[in-house]
């Protein structure tokens, strides 16, 4: 079924449907449940380097970090690499809002049916890496950061090496709690619908949790 205000066509989209509906392995509550999805972001590297070539991370890509405030209707930028306010980013990220708006509206959710409208486009406050090959755990560190409440103006350029052996012990531990516990996570697959996703951890929560 196509979405004539959009030109989607959300019949042929059901994985990207199944995943803003919580039925998906990455998150397991529907988004327009939640307060807050935090959306980790891949520019490719194509639209990196016609950017900003002299000065591109070093393996092209970029990671940066979007939180979309369902409700709200408005999406806020952290970026590490790139200053606030940079037309590009907006402009990547707008087409990626209008995907979002459009599968709100096809799913009738209320606040998106028949609006169109761009999600706005706002700019956090944050810190900037001094590296090119950072934009990725700066990116984790300001999820972690704002999902706690806390400032990620505390995320710094000199604590980067920290922050990573922290993320590799915190991943052994885990693993190692999954192995004692004889947990499996199950391979993703095309159109798996996973079974119970009562253990699945969501990437989206609300403001009360």
């Known amino acids: 079924m196509k979405n004539s205000k959009s030109g989607f066509n959300w019949g042929k989209e059901q994985i990207f449907l199944n995943v803003v509906k919580g039925l998906e392995i990455a998150c397991s509550r529907p988004f327009m449940e939640v307060d807050f999805v935090y959306i980790p972001l891949l520019i490719p590297a194509a639209s990196v380097e016609s950017r900003r070539r002299s000065s591109v991370t070093s393996s092209g890509n970029h990671w940066c970090l979007a939180v979309w405030n369902v409700k709200g209707r408005y999406i806020t930028l952290y970026d590490s690499f790139f200053s606030p306010g940079s037309s590009f980013v907006s402009d990547y990220v707008s087409k990626f ?3 979002l708006s459009s599968a709100f509206s096809y799913l009738k959710v209320p606040g998106y049916v028949d609006n ?8 956090g406050s944050y810190t900037i890496q001094t590296t090119r090959t950072d934009c990725g755990i700066f990116m984790i560190k300001y999820a972690e950061m704002l999902m706690m409440n806390k400032s990620i103006i505390l995320v710094q350029q000199k604590q980067v090496k920290d922050y990573r052996k922290q993320l590799a012990v915190d991943l052994w531990s885990h693993g190692t709690w999954k192995q004692h516990n004889g947990y499996e996570t199950p391979l ?3 159109d798996h619908d996973y079974g119970d996703h009562k253990h699945v951890q969501p990437i989206c929560h609300s403001q009360s949790e």
């Open 97 to 99: 809002c209008q995907v």
């Open 116 to 123: 169109l409208s761009e999600i706005d486009i706002l700019w």
């Open 188 to 190: 993703e697959m095309l």
